[in-house]
């Protein structure tokens, strides 16, 4: 099979692409030939060596779609199927053209989502719902401010708030950006760069879910909510280290959850997918390309002028 892959740390162009040896399924697998995954932060995090993977050679690819090759675990050749678990599959990530994935894993992909459009959902939605509900237990009618909301958990979860009834606050320093998130459905874009974000969000009512994608912002987190709010950090786009005041965290009684790049249940991942079907909420794509151009995409994912994700397709 063919991969993209790295077997040094280093710059984008560490990535290469070589034929390996095709995976050998276990018995609880399914091998699918893989046709597109995504561009994510952990993938460059994890070539540059900063978040080191262990072994070398490794194949990035946090998510995979693509068809069933042979009959297994109830599915069929031609069943079209995604995965966020790619990194764990026989074979490598969705770097890789062919995988084979613990059925476990695998949700069936519904009539009228491109494989485009369920790569571009994959990890990001599925990280988007455990923060507003698994971890964030957010209710209808709340108020909720989720920090970059062009990337690629912002611009879903902006929509899938939105879906379930709550007023979304959201952030960029780009005035293009902004017009694009209020398209998504933000009721309150604020630019961080010259607004003070809590203060717009206490001037609003104070937020009662934040989803904190940026870290060193974390102050800004607690004094945007409202008494008894919660934040739960997704990210650390801005860096990993943050100082608060914790007697302003204490005394609002706010809850700091960490979430993480988490996962959401495979049941709650066909659920989304079923909302992308229906076109409740639409993954937003800022560009397509070739998984032989990895190291482009890599490249533009760093410099972050995108809204969306970058979609890796193989041919």
């Not at 993938?43 to 993977?53: A, E, T």
């Not at 008894?228 to 950090?233: A, D, F, S, T």
């Not at 009684?253 to 960490?258: D, I, S």
Request: with cysteine; proline share 3%.
């Amino acid at each position: 099979m063919k991969t993209v892959q790295f077997d040094r740390y280093g710059d984008p162009e560490v990535l290469h692409s070589v034929e390996v040896a095709d995976p050998v399924p276990g018995p609880e697998d399914v091998l699918i030939a893989v046709k597109a995954t995504t561009v994510n932060h952990l993938d460059l995090f994890q070539r540059d060596g900063s978040r080191p993977v262990g072994n070398l050679p490794f194949t990035p690819g946090l998510e995979a779609v693509g068809a069933v090759l042979k009959d297994a675990q109830g599915y069929h050749a031609g069943d079209r199927v995604m995965t966020t678990w790619a990194t764990t599959a026989r074979g490598g990530g969705g770097y890789a053209n062919m995988l084979a994935v613990a059925a476990a894993n695998l949700v069936r992909i519904p009539d009228g989502v491109s494989y485009e459009a369920a790569a571009a959902t994959g990890l990001t939605s599925s990280t988007a719902w455990g923060a507003l509900f698994d971890v964030g237990q957010l209710q209808a009618g709340e108020r909720i401010l989720i920090w970059s909301g062009s990337s690629g958990v912002g611009s879903i979860s902006i929509q899938i708030a939105k879906h379930f009834g709550c007023q979304v606050l959201t952030t960029t320093t780009s005035e293009a950006k902004a017009a694009d998130l209020r398209r998504l459905g933000a009721d309150i874009v604020i630019n961080p760069k010259t607004q003070d974000v809590a203060k717009v969000a206490q001037e609003a009512g104070g937020v009662h879910l934040v989803i904190e994608l940026v870290s060193t912002t974390l102050q800004s987190s607690i004094d945007a909510c409202a008494r008894g709010g919660r934040v739960v950090l997704i990210g650390n786009l801005g860096g990993q280290m943050a100082t608060v005041d914790t007697q302003s965290w204490r005394l609002k009684l706010v809850n700091v959850l960490g979430g993480g790049v988490r996962h959401t249940s495979t049941a709650n991942e066909r659920r989304i997918l079923e909302l992308v079907a229906q076109h409740a909420i639409a993954p937003i794509i800022a560009r397509t390309m070739p998984v032989e151009q990895a190291a482009e995409a890599h490249r533009l994912l760093a410099e972050g002028g995108l809204v969306g994700k970058i979609v890796l397709t193989h041919g």
